[in-house]
């Protein structure tokens, strides 16, 4: 039979103790730390939660501006037109040349809206190309069909894909409309492209 020394117990129970307390900081250590990023996870998911609201509540107010801008748009419009109408009765009158007036466009200046060159993206080359195809002015290419339009886009050459990405047809149906400062409000100042 073995006898085992009594400081055999002792150092067999102090080891005991030892791996309890090693393994109790290990897994407290552990569970400290899972619990710390637990709270990281749900604060970045509170975040999270919070930009989606926040994109949500951005996109209504986009909508709610483009739902204001449009009558705006054709009040300015329809007082544009007003102006021009009563600029061209009054060439008759005298003129303030001290004061700076702003002058409407005369009605034979609508022929000039029909320029393809004013659309955004249209310059000489497109519009001789379009021209070639049987779209000559802002008109014609506002009253396309989808499949005119289609046939001309492909028809287009190295300029193949223009009319849909950059938004032709919709640009000339507001110059056929006269819905100036809504146009200039989406596509920039009205001026013809170089």
């Given at each position: 039979m073995i006898v085992i020394p009594p400081e055999?117990?002792?150092?067999a129970a102090a080891a005991f103790l030892f791996g309890l307390l090693i393994g109790r900081m290990l897994w407290g250590g552990a569970r400290a730390r899972a619990d710390r990023l637990a709270a990281e996870l749900?604060?970045?998911r509170a975040t999270v939660a919070d930009a989606a609201q926040n994109r949500l509540r951005l996109e209504r107010e986009v909508a709610a501006g483009r739902d204001q801008i449009k009558p705006l748009a054709d009040e300015v419009d329809r007082l544009?037109?007003?102006?021009?109408?009563?600029?061209a009765r009054a060439t008759t009158l005298p003129i303030d040349h001290d004061r700076a007036i702003p002058v409407a466009l005369p009605d034979n200046a609508r022929a000039d809206l029909m320029d393809l060159r004013l659309l955004k993206g249209v310059g000489d080359k497109l519009?001789?190309?379009l021209a070639e195809l049987g779209v000559r002015n802002t008109a014609e290419m506002a009253d396309l069909s989808p499949v005119d339009a289609a046939r001309v886009d492909g028809d287009l050459g190295p300029f193949a894909g223009r009319i849909a990405r950059d938004h032709l047809q919709d640009q000339a149906r507001l110059l056929a409309d006269g819905r100036i400062t809504e146009f200039e409000a989406r596509y920039g100042t009205l001026e013809r492209s170089a």
């Open positions: 055999a117990y002792a150092l749900a604060a970045e544009r037109r007003d102006n021009a109408r009563l600029s519009a001789a190309r």
